[in-house]
């Protein structure tokens, strides 16, 4: 190995930065919008007192919405998985002609604003198929319309999400389960599916958070009735309507420490079931 002359080293050159200095810059780039969340939290918790929200809980129709919004917001997150599930794994093992326009119509919930979704919902159940069957099941302004809202567009973050993580699942240990005898679908349950539970699970916490904080499709689509279809946004929207920002402020610290819980709840089973705990 040939030793470094004098042209290579000279003693005026530049030398590198610490290592600490990258750090610190990237700690200060990205520490903006972690103080801007921190801020907000400590905005709204200064603002109001545990009295306004106890006295938030006490009122029936605030009662309601909570039981509502959990309700709902459970029912949608099951039925997101049953879907995002089977077309995450779909899309992730299969190629087929139009894989391409699916993945994109799979997207379309994602990106479209959220008044457009909740007019086309509206619009949908006016055609005479969607007719059809609100003369079976009641569902425009009804609460079923507020689980519908919310699944098309929690279904999509599922979607996506189940893809990732099959997509990160090697194929090989499908292949080999089924030279063992497994038939394909035996492989799926009892080799892909236990590999895929973290995924399954952040699926399941998008699905319900997303559903939790869901405002537009549910305005358009299920309207703002007390009592009937109003959830924890749309309680807020209200309060907010006739000038009570004290009780919309309870009931959105209320939401944040429902979304809180549940992401540290999900990511505390899920290293559990990875054995860091």
């Keep these: ?3 470094p002359n004098a042209e290579t080293i000279r003693p005026d050159s530049p030398r590198p930065s610490p290592e600490w200095v ?12 972690v103080l801007l969340i921190v801020a907000m939290i400590i905005a709204d918790l200064f603002y109001t007192t545990p009295g306004h929200l ?11 919405a909570i039981l509502l919004s959990l309700i709902s917001c459970t029912i949608t997150t099951i039925l997101s998985l049953w879907v995002g599930i089977p077309l995450g794994y779909l899309m992730s093992r299969k190629k087929f002609i139009g894989k391409g326009l699916l993945d994109t119509i799979l997207d379309i919930p994602i990106v479209l604003p959220p008044l457009v979704l909740g007019l086309s919902l509206l619009i949908l159940f006016q055609t005479p198929i969607g007719q059809a069957i609100q003369r079976v099941v009641p569902i425009t302004y009804q609460w079923p319309s507020v689980i519908i809202a919310q699944f098309a567009v929690a279904a999509a973050f599922s979607v996506r999400t ?3 993580t099959f997509d990160q699942i090697s194929p090989r240990t499908e292949q080999v389960a089924m030279t063992l005898g497994c038939s394909r679908h035996q492989a799926f349950w009892y080799v892909v599916l236990p590999q895929a539970g973290r995924g399954v699970l952040t699926a399941a916490t998008l699905s319900w958070s997303r559903s939790l904080g869901e405002f537009g499709p549910i305005l358009i689509f299920s309207g703002a009735t007390r009592m009937r279809t109003e959830v924890l946004p749309t309680t807020v929207f209200l309060e907010l309507s006739i000038g009570n ?14 979304a809180t819980f549940v992401l540290v ?13």
């Design 54 to 64: 106890l006295e938030a809980i006490a009122r029936p129709e605030i009662r309601f």
């Design 1 to 3: 190995m040939s030793e």
């Design 245 to 258: 920002l004290e009780a919309a402020l309870a009931v959105s610290l209320l939401m944040i420490f429902v």
């Design 162 to 164: 189940m893809r990732v």
């Design 265 to 277: 709840l999900t990511r505390w089973l899920g290293l559990r079931g990875t054995g860091l705990l």
């Design 22 to 33: 990258f750090w610190l810059g990237l700690s200060i780039l990205g520490g903006f919008y």
